[in-house]
């Protein structure tokens, strides 16, 4: 039986966790004596408990993250009553950085910082009878160098039916003050030779999709040269996902980038705003020339998929200068935008605007922000609906057609804004919206507010969605249409998707 449990609740079953595959592969001679599990946010805690506890470990170590601090304060507090000489060690973001937000004080010890090292001489401390007297154990960044690779603990399993995270590096150059990241300056990379050798390993053991977690793949162009050489060496399909900052794409990165097949890469462009003193403020660099010049290149020379993130909320950054952001990155890219809530991560140094301009944040986790002083709270709950309605609208690439109908002036803020109030006003709910009746409230927005032709948002509709994944159109909605779709409609994948819209 394990005396070692790693665990941790990942927000769906996808997701593969890194984190405790590296604990695992750094506990050196106790390894033998560990297990790894993982569970899912719809796991109810006791039942978690349960399978944690079925073998009789002297130790659980537990992966705390901003997605599940409430389900680890629940399932701690089933444990310790259960087994309360079971020693529970929790670590990960939300327990490394003050101030701790959920009330975690149940569990035996706290790893503050990078655990690798740190897990496995309080584990040995803890095995050998010698407990250490402070609860709290502070975790330095490690010498990544240091580090037993973690990859070759993927199952199969993971690597035909879940996301491979990889990482090349640790830390990131800038100081964006609302981003964990920046607190860690100092960039650690990998030694690339074993890196790209365990990228080796892994396809050859079958892993086809690839997930980085570096915040700033590109900032080092030799060694992002480097990983993007491996992946053109192979024969598609495969799948790479990288976070890139905007500004930083040299010729040699550009070359590489621009001869990778659609459907094989998707890169993560971190906008957030485009406003040049919102951006000082928050200790961002923006360089609006490259970034639009670099946008424009991967949307027009690349079969990249782009994944673009706006901030709302940021301080001194009203709702007109956000949806005037909104506007201009429609205009420059056909990839997803995403909607994102400012949210207050214990650590960042955003809390320092909170006086000056009266920023308001959710004690709960994710701790996104209620309001500020140019963004009422009922304002920012219609925002947190208009993110949602966007991505079933927008972002799911199911409307290419039909969501430009929805401003027809241009102005795609003042638009979409209206939808989603008129949307929330006909629902009360922002899930659990399958696409027919989503289909049938666009059509019925369209022509009855708006006074389109019935004809015309019927045949969008019908272009977009008739016939993806086996979907029908409402009856009300198919009376109208006089043309069916040709073999060019949209199926939701990211390629139509752009095809779609510059066909527009």
């Not at 999709?209 to 570096?214: E, G, L, Q, R």
């Not at 550009?254 to 001869?259: E, G, I, Q, T, V």
């Not at 509709?461 to 009376?479: K, Q, S, T, W």
Request: contains cysteine; charged residues 25%; glycine residues 8%.
């Amino acid at each position: 039986m394990p005396a070692i449990v790693l665990a941790t609740i990942n927000a769906r079953y996808i997701h593969a966790s890194l984190g405790l595959r590296w604990l695992y592969a750094n506990l050196a001679d106790l390894q033998p004596q560990a297990v790894v599990r993982e569970y899912c946010l719809t796991d109810r805690p006791g039942d978690i408990a349960e399978a944690i506890l079925a073998g009789g470990p002297a130790i659980v170590g537990i992966g705390v993250y901003i997605w599940n601090a409430a389900e680890v304060r629940r399932l701690v507090g089933v444990l310790k009553r259960v087994a309360p000489k079971t020693t529970v060690v929790l670590g990960g973001p939300e327990v490394s950085h003050l101030p701790l937000r959920v009330d975690l004080s149940e569990a035996d010890y706290l790893i503050r910082g990078e655990g690798e090292h740190s897990f496995r001489e309080l584990c040995r401390a803890l095995l050998a009878g010698n407990p250490p007297t402070e609860r709290i154990i502070p975790a330095a960044p490690v010498e990544v160098d240091t580090l037993v690779p973690p990859y070759r603990f993927y199952t199969d399993e993971d690597l035909a039916h879940r996301l491979v995270y990889v990482e090349v590096s640790r830390g990131c150059p800038f100081a964006c003050e609302f981003c964990l990241s920046s607190i860690d300056r100092r960039v650690r990379p990998f030694p690339l030779d074993g890196f790209v050798a365990e990228l080796e390993a892994l396809w050859q053991r079958g892993a086809r999709t690839f997930k980085f977690v570096d915040r700033t793949f590109n900032a080092n162009p030799a060694a992002a040269a480097r990983i993007l050489d491996f992946f053109l060496a192979r024969t598609p399909p495969f799948h790479a996902h990288f976070e890139v900052i905007p500004d930083h794409f040299p010729d040699s990165l550009k070359d590489r980038l621009a001869r990778f097949l659609p459907g094989t890469l998707q890169l993560e462009v971190g906008i957030q705003t485009l406003d040049a003193q919102t951006a000082a403020a928050i200790s961002r660099r923006l360089d609006m020339d490259r970034i639009r010049a670099n946008l424009a290149f991967l949307e027009e020379q690349t079969g990249a998929h782009l994944h673009v993130d706006l901030i709302v909320g940021l301080p001194g950054e009203s709702l007109d200068r956000f949806g005037a952001h909104l506007n201009a990155l429609v205009a420059l890219t056909s990839g997803e935008i995403q909607i994102g809530i400012l949210k207050k991560l214990s650590g960042t140094a955003i809390g320092r605007h909170d006086r000056a301009h009266g920023m308001v944040y959710s004690a709960d986790p994710p701790y996104e922000i209620l309001c500020n002083d140019l963004i009422s709270f009922g304002e920012m709950q219609e925002m947190k609906r208009l993110a949602r309605f966007w991505d079933l609208v927008y972002n799911s690439g199911n409307c290419t057609r039909t969501a430009p109908l929805l401003w027809p002036d241009g102005d795609v803020f003042r638009g979409f804004r209206a939808f989603s109030r008129w949307l929330y006003g006909q629902t009360r709910a922002t899930w659990q919206i399958g696409l027919p009746r989503l289909a049938e409230l666009l059509f019925a927005y369209l022509t009855e507010e708006q006074g389109r032709d019935k004809a015309d948002v019927a045949n969008a509709l019908a272009a977009d969605i008739l016939g993806i994944r086996g979907r029908v159109l409402p009856p009300a909605v198919m009376a109208h249409v006089s043309r069916l779709p040709d073999g060019r409609r949209s199926l939701g994948d990211s390629r139509t998707r752009r095809q779609s819209r510059h066909r527009q």
